[in-house]
């Protein structure tokens, strides 16, 4: 999703279909679509294809070619590409298709890792086909700057391969954590699978971008306080338990007249916490989740690290 507009991107992957067919419709292609804020919009599935080539009426039970589908009203995509080489875009090479936009790079990361400006507002497409990224700039409406020169296929990366990526999150310091499925061969049974992290280069690593914030109150368990008055508030009053009152304190929150049945027990958060000095456990959760929620599976597993 573009931060700045609220538009959403997603990728619509298409029919295992390598050729036109007179009488059926278009190849399949790969679409990158634009969903703007609000919504409102039909990118034309089943009807049409990629910049809204239409599709047949087509009877398979008969074999009946009805004529051209209507593609009025649908919205075609932001940029398609097929199983070979596309003509508008042939950087995109040939091969498999499965794009996955993972992110819009913001103008406004931070971090010690923090990439070059050049990426800054623009869409990262992942190809868990073909094996590489590529960027697309998003303009200040949101809508993507699909001309031929400005999408570009690993940009400052180099050489670097990606094992089929999946998906990618913008971490706290700035780089972008990859994950990737690993090598084609052996799906089930490959050893490759890896978080790989794109990063500057140059940059020195602070770790300061990992402390947690005070806006990650999440990661502290509600008071008792909280959850009795939630409870109260769902319990009409005549099915409460008698005797039970919520009573807040210094150390958290405490309930009088005993355990009641259905009454929830959590426990108290304590000053320490409150006051913004998280536990070990806590930190370490921090730390993970601001990477992006992304759960990185300990196990044999190799390390990547791409520099740009």
């Not at 919009?41 to 294809?49: A, I, K, S, Y």
């Not at 086909?129 to 700057?145: A, C, E, H, K, Q």
């Not at 500057?200 to 959850?227: G, H, M, Q, W």
Request: aromatic residues 8%.
């Amino acid at each position: 999703m573009d931060p700045r507009t609220g538009n959403a991107y997603f990728d619509d992957v298409g029919p295992d279909a390598f050729s036109d067919s007179a009488t059926q419709g278009p190849k399949g292609y790969e679409e990158i679509n634009v969903i703007p804020f609000g919504g409102g919009v039909n990118h034309g599935w089943p009807r049409c294809m990629a910049n809204n080539i239409p599709y047949h009426d087509y009877k398979y039970s008969t074999s009946t070619d009805y004529g051209l589908l209507s593609c009025a009203g649908m919205k075609g995509a932001a940029l398609w590409y097929p199983h070979d080489v596309s003509p508008q875009w042939p950087q995109l090479l040939a091969g498999a298709v499965t794009s996955m936009p993972a992110l819009v790079y913001p103008d406004t990361a931070k971090g010690s890792l923090r990439l070059p400006s050049s990426y800054n507002n623009t869409l990262m497409v992942f190809e868990f086909s073909r094996d590489y990224m590529f960027t697309i700039p998003v303009n200040r409406d949101g809508t993507l700057d699909v001309s031929q020169q400005n999408v570009l296929v690993n940009p400052q990366i180099g050489g670097t391969v990606l094992l089929s990526p999946i998906n990618a999150a913008l971490g706290p310091d700035g780089a972008v954590y990859v994950l990737e499925y690993g090598t084609p061969a052996g799906y089930y049974n490959n050893t490759m699978s890896r978080l790989g992290r794109i990063r500057c280069a140059a940059c020195v690593l602070n770790v300061n971008d990992y402390k947690p914030s005070p806006r990650e109150l999440f990661l502290v368990p509600p008071s008792k306080t909280a959850i009795t008055k939630a409870i109260e508030r769902s319990t009409p009053i005549g099915q409460r338990p008698a005797g039970t009152a919520a009573v807040t304190g210094r150390g958290g929150s405490r309930s009088t007249g005993g355990a009641q049945p259905g009454v929830a027990e959590q426990r108290a958060v304590s000053t320490k916490e409150r006051a913004g000095t998280p536990s070990k456990g806590r930190l370490a959760m921090a730390i993970a989740l601001g990477v992006g929620g992304i759960l990185v599976l300990v196990g044999r597993r190799r390390r990547k690290l791409m520099t740009v």
